[in-house]
């Protein structure tokens, strides 16, 4: 069995987007059961035991028999790789799934992750008045192409597959921005995705996780 470490208590606005999500919602989308092990910030975060799963005293890691694996990229498609609900099973379908599953974490995370950053942590700053305007017109341009990858799927690929779990979870990040009310396709194709029965039943679990371990 799988377990999942993650955090012990995350500020509340951060614990919806809490990269853990990824990995509960894989596992609950390849039907695999898992356990979780909390780690609390600090001096925990930094102890030689967390590090020795996550080298940079994040979380998520996993640990499956040897394997100890870190990064929600990787983990997902580790996950991915065991199960045809994420991961296609024609050598075709499997290459574009891992390819749109980059594409959200190398083409429209860093911008989105920029954006939340400015937003959450700097929007008081002087700075930020000539940055953020920069950030949005770079962004409206990648949402802009995804949107017209995406076309009228339903999904990336026209079904569901490890690709639509990381877009879909990058574009939550944007939530409290808005800026997906200029893209509807794109706002509808991440409500399709969090409309999910194992997206809804890991959230319900991460959430649940923070409140029992506080």
């Known amino acids: 069995m799988i377990t999942l470490t993650t955090y012990k208590w995350v500020p509340d606005f951060a614990a919806p987007l809490m990269r853990a999500l990824r990995v509960r919602w894989a596992l609950e989308e390849a039907g695999m059961p898992y356990a979780v092990r909390h780690v609390a910030l600090g001096p925990e975060q930094r102890s030689s035991e967390h590090l020795a799963r996550q080298p940079f005293g994040q979380a998520p890691a996993i640990e499956e028999g040897g394997l100890v694996l870190h990064e929600s990229g990787a983990i997902a498609l580790h996950i991915a790789e065991k199960s045809e609900a994420l991961m296609p099973a024609d050598p075709v379908g499997r290459a574009r799934a891992i390819a749109w599953a980059f594409s959200a974490l190398n083409s429209i995370e860093p911008t989105v992750q920029e954006l939340g950053s400015i937003d959450f942590f700097h929007a008081q700053e002087d700075w ?87």
């Open 128 to 214: 930020t008045r000539t940055r953020r305007p920069q950030v949005v017109t770079f962004l409206k341009l990648r949402l802009g192409q995804l949107a017209d990858a995406l076309g009228d799927k339903d999904y990336l690929e026209g079904r569901f597959t490890v690709g639509d779990l990381l877009m879909s979870d990058v574009l939550r990040i944007l939530d409290q921005s808005k800026l997906l009310d200029e893209f509807p396709t794109l706002k509808a194709y991440k409500l399709r995705c969090e409309a999910r029965p194992a997206f809804q039943r890991a959230m319900k679990a991460q959430m649940d996780g923070f409140a029992q371990a506080a």
